[in-house]
């Protein structure tokens, strides 16, 4: 499999796809692009498929506010990935456009089940959008689905496209088929390839243990039986701005019975009662406040790289999928953890900064939505 990923970031999106045009030099197989939410969504397929040339069924695109090129972070362009199979590669793509009017009907979820149980050999990739929260609970549903058929699962990761810039959350779309597709997921099925997961966290747990003694979807209502707002109150008291942002340094860790670590959580708002958060919780999980350092992040993503590494040999292709809030708290250094990838792994990255990452739990036993981690993802294409 060879690779090539170009970027641009004119700010007129016609002038950036002639730019990624003018350097490719042969249509691909297959590509996928990330494209800024500050364009115009309407016009992206007919730029893809009118000035990159490319046919239906070979490319899926999506908006994200930051994308990398290789070691570099892309904010605010486009940023394309073109594949060029070798050997035995090739790629299937299903579209689940409009889930939002599909919530309340079984075959979904029967249908999804399905699906990844024929793809039980290929790699799949979900892309998706946040879809005001929709989209995590019915993955929620997925995930629990797929365990009780007993479907294979490590082979699914992927991410929810990031759209809010400057504390305004923008549309996120899936382009695909000619079509703008909202309120929309798609699953990319690499098939005869190798590859190797990979999820990086690097957090300290510190604290106490709570229990979630109310709590539904998003909303953690009581924790120990106490309305669940103190807890955030108590963490920013003594801050001036007391930024929500601020709380993204100490995310909640969702344990088992056991104490094994399953999930992050990260704060999104809160009031006196309730604490809300970017993935969907329930009531009697335990929770425990989690510490972010920079220097741990990216010491922990040096291992889960070497170990990817030492698994898979040589890479022709590195996806991540990396947390927007990881991607604040590591501040100024959040190059540093690409290029840690690009050292070690020595391929070519794409991927982007995301509002949730799909993978395997921190226990590395049933499928998640993970918030504020990174999952990274190695692949070679069988010969």
Known sequence: MKVKILSSTNPVLQLAFEEIARRLERKPDFAFISVSPLYPAQDVPYCIEKILGLERGKYVGFSAVDAFENTKIIAGGI??????????????????????????????????????????NSLNIVIADYIHGLFPLFFRKVGTYLDREGVKTSNICGGIVST??????????????????????????????????????????????????????????????????????????????????????????????EGELLALRTFKNFTDRYVEVWAPVEKGQKVKLAIVIPDEILRDTEIVAK???????????????????????????????????????????????????????????????????????????EK
């Open 79 to 120: 940023v394309a990935c073109f594949f060029w199979f070798e050997g035995k590669g090739r790629v299937k793509q299903y579209h689940f456009p409009s889930i939002d009017k599909r919530l309340a009907n079984q075959e979904l979820l029967k249908e999804v089940t399905e699906l990844f149980a024929s793809q039980s």
């Open 164 to 257: 809010v810039i400057d504390n305004e959350r923008l549309p996120g779309y899936i382009f695909a088929e000619g079509e703008v597709l909202k309120n929309s997921f798609s699953v990319v099925s690499f098939e005869n390839v190798k590859f190797e997961m990979g999820l990086s966290t690097g957090i300290f747990k510190r604290g106490p243990i709570y229990t979630i003694t109310s709590g539904k979807g998003f909303f953690i209502y009581e924790l120990d039986n106490k309305p669940a707002g103190f807890l955030p109150q108590a963490l920013l008291r003594g801050i001036e701005k007391r930024k929500k942002e601020y709380l993204w340094y100490t995310p909640l860790v969702i344990m088992n019975e």
């Open 307 to 381: 170990s990817v590494k030492e698994k898979i040999g040589f890479a022709e292709l590195v996806i991540n999928f990396s947390c927007t809030a990881r991607q604040y708290t590591l501040e100024d250094r959040a190059h540093e953890e690409v290029e840690i990838y690009g050292k070690i792994l020595n391929a070519p990255i794409f991927g982007f900064f995301t509002h949730g990452e799909i993978a395997l739990g921190i226990d590395g036993k049933k499928l998640k939505l993970h918030n504020q981690t990174s999952v990274v993802v190695a692949i070679r294409e």
